[in-house]
């Protein structure tokens, strides 16, 4: 084996791939794998200390928390994909981030998610639509959020697993209300390897700003991965992962709205309200 054939040679064993898109996926991972290595002229201790790295990143991962999606998250590349993703004319994609965890409760439409947290009560309200407005009265959300400490529950050992997250369905006209706390700002952790071995050796803020995670699906359509963030977040323009779109920074408003205050349990007439439409593409 050579320095000019290592390459191909390597890249030449995955041909036999059934799957043509596997084939493409592990040639071309190859070619830019050692590619890198050739323009960095990698050594062989950085080489070592990559692979610990990585092992440091798995063992911190677990079903509650995901390292690794925290590594994609902080080198963009989960935006990347989130982007590449995100059909014109429909809502776009914005990073899973690390917290998010299957089989949350189911609610009924409205949802109240208030329970026992401290914070600004606010609602989340909106639409899911398709391409031509119309609503998708068959679409399910799966929201979460962190609580006004800045921390999700994963985080927080004071904090009941089902804290600030749900699953609920829209009503007939495809519509949407969670009585919430206001998230807030946080970091990212900085007690595992992403941020002691890669974010803060290269002095980069580990804030994000506040913001709603939503998994939005439907029948016919492609599922939406996304998060709506707040207009008076300082942090928006210094995002560590990347994930802030302009069509999903929102606004808190004041609503003269009895009922909603009625829901929030806070003195009526008026409550604060973020509304914000969801637009699905056709699969």
Same mark, same amino acid.
């Given at each position: 084996?050579?320095?000019?054939?290592?390459?191909?040679?390597?890249?030449?064993?995955?041909?036999?791939?059934?799957?043509?898109?596997?084939?493409?996926?592990? !040639?071309?991972?190859?070619? &830019?794998?050692?590619?890198?290595?050739?323009?960095?002229?990698?050594?062989?201790?950085?080489?070592?200390?990559?692979?610990?790295?990585?092992?440091?990143?798995?063992?911190?991962?677990?079903? !509650?928390?995901?390292?690794?999606?925290?590594?994609?998250?902080?080198?963009?590349?989960?935006?990347?994909? @989130?982007?590449?993703?995100?059909?014109?004319?429909?809502?776009?994609?914005?990073?899973?981030?690390?917290? &998010?965890?299957?089989?949350?409760?189911?609610?009924?439409?409205?949802?109240?998610?208030?329970?026992?947290?401290? +914070?600004?009560?606010?609602?989340?309200?909106?639409?899911?639509?398709?391409?031509? +407005?119309?609503?998708?009265?068959?679409?399910?959300?799966?929201?979460? !959020?962190?609580?006004?400490? +800045?921390?999700?529950?994963?985080?927080?050992?004071?904090?009941?697993?089902?804290?600030?997250?749900?699953?609920?369905?829209?009503?007939? !006209?495809?519509?949407?209300?969670?009585?919430?706390?206001?998230?807030?700002?946080?970091?990212?952790?900085? @007690?595992?390897?992403?941020?002691?071995?890669?974010?803060?050796?290269?002095?980069?803020?580990?804030?994000?700003?506040?913001?709603?995670?939503?998994?939005?699906?439907?029948?016919?359509?492609?599922?939406?991965?996304?998060?709506?963030?707040?207009?008076?977040?300082?942090?928006?323009?210094? @995002?560590?992962?990347? +994930?802030?779109?302009?069509?999903?920074?929102?606004?808190?408003?004041?609503?003269?709205?009895?009922?909603?205050?009625?829901?929030?349990?806070?003195?009526?007439?008026?409550?604060?309200?973020?509304?914000?439409?969801?637009?699905?593409?056709?699969?």
């Amino acid at each position: 084996m050579r320095l000019d054939n290592v390459t191909e040679v390597a890249s030449q064993t995955f041909a036999g791939a059934t799957d043509e898109r596997r084939r493409q996926l592990s !040639q071309a991972l190859v070619r &830019h794998l050692h590619g890198f290595a050739r323009e960095v002229g990698l050594t062989h201790a950085e080489w070592r200390a990559a692979i610990g790295f990585m092992h440091r990143v798995g063992e911190i991962s677990s079903e !509650q928390r995901s390292e690794f999606t925290l590594l994609s998250d902080v080198l963009g590349l989960s935006s990347l994909v @989130d982007l590449l993703g995100s059909p014109a004319g429909a809502t776009p994609g914005s990073v899973l981030g690390p917290f &998010h965890t299957a089989g949350s409760p189911w609610l009924d439409n409205p949802a109240n998610l208030i329970g026992h947290n401290a +914070g600004e009560r606010v609602l989340l309200r909106g639409r899911v639509l398709n391409a031509q +407005g119309a609503p998708l009265a068959a679409a399910t959300l799966d929201m979460w !959020q962190n609580a006004a400490n +800045g921390l999700y529950w994963q985080m927080d050992p004071a904090q009941p697993s089902d804290n600030l997250r749900c699953r609920l369905r829209v009503d007939a !006209q495809g519509a949407f209300e969670i009585a919430t706390i206001r998230p807030m700002p946080y970091c990212i952790p900085t @007690d595992g390897p992403v941020w002691t071995d890669l974010v803060e050796p290269a002095q980069r803020s580990a804030w994000r700003p506040a913001h709603y995670h939503l998994i939005v699906e439907a029948p016919g359509y492609r599922t939406l991965v996304t998060e709506l963030f707040d207009e008076e977040d300082p942090y928006l323009d210094t @995002d560590a992962v990347f +994930g802030v779109r302009e069509s999903l920074v929102g606004r808190y408003e004041d609503v003269n709205d009895p009922a909603g205050a009625a829901r929030l349990g806070v003195p009526g007439p008026m409550c604060r309200v973020m509304h914000m439409d969801l637009v699905l593409a056709a699969a």
